[in-house]
């Protein structure tokens, strides 16, 4: 009967024994023993560095324009100025700029004021009226047409003509995916010429460099009276730009 009861013993001992070292062995490759491990920052790393480069030209332009009247009754140079920039607006629009890509960034209606010496009080002389307006070309083409025929409809100022990327974050995700790519072929090449076993991404790092607009300066027309049609269209050369995304991965070693 004893000797059943030891039998029995050593039995569940060995029964134990198996499934406390099936956990182990689970635990260790599969379960939270492996997670935990994963958790820990390697020892063995190495860091690898690579550049994306895409060239970009500007696909829109960005056009700022005032009409600036002057005058003692403000409702005539009201709308004096008001003929004159719906006659500019509905030129752009001949130009095949649509309606949404126009917008009235300025009205502005101020006095002017003076000094008169010998009653010693400050008097409005007359009014200075100011409207403004930015168009966004999508055909760059047609910005040397536009800018040439501002002025002889009575647009007496333009501003800095700028040309800009409509969509940059698609650019900034190509030159992304060419450092990517550069650096798992560099760190490829570098673990084989040491004779090592590439392992996963412990870390990594971007950054980069988001398209800027691109101003070219324009002649500012004389303020308050009509300006002489030009002689021949402006030479508008929208350039190219770089855009670059630089990265830093760390990668184990097996």
Do not use: C, H
Not at 6 to 33: C, D, Q
Request: aromatic share 10%; hydrophobic share 40%.
């Amino acid at each position: 009967m004893e000797n059943n009861s030891a039998k029995f013993k050593n039995i569940a001992i060995a029964v134990f024994m198996v499934f406390l070292m099936s956990v182990i062995t689970y635990s260790f490759f599969w379960g939270p023993a492996k997670k935990f491990g994963d958790s820990l920052f390697p020892t063995r790393t190495f860091l690898v560095s690579a550049e994306g480069k895409v060239m970009v030209s500007p696909d829109i332009a960005k056009i700022s324009f005032s009409v600036i009247s002057e005058g003692i009754n403000p409702k005539t140079i009201a709308e004096e100025n008001n003929k004159k920039m719906n006659s500019a607006i509905d030129f752009i629009k001949s130009q095949g700029i649509d309606e949404k890509d126009i917008k009235t960034t300025q009205y502005n209606l101020s006095p002017r004021y003076e000094y008169d010496e010998k009653t010693k009080k400050t008097f409005i002389s007359g009014y200075t009226l100011t409207q403004n307006v930015l168009v966004k070309i999508r055909d760059l083409s047609k910005v040397a047409e536009v800018l040439g025929g501002l002025p002889e409809l009575g647009i007496n100022q333009i501003g800095q003509v700028s040309f800009e990327i409509d969509e940059p974050e698609k650019y900034l995700a190509e030159a992304r995916d060419k450092a990517f790519d550069k650096a798992n072929i560099k760190a490829k090449e570098m673990s084989g010429k040491n004779n090592v076993q590439l392992g996963r991404v412990i870390n990594f790092l971007e950054w980069g460099s988001t398209p800027r607009p691109y101003y070219e300066n324009l002649r500012a027309l004389g303020m308050g009276g009509e300006a002489a049609a030009p002689q021949a269209l402006p030479q508008i050369q929208p350039g190219t730009e770089e855009v670059i995304v630089q990265v830093n991965i760390t990668y184990e070693i097996k």
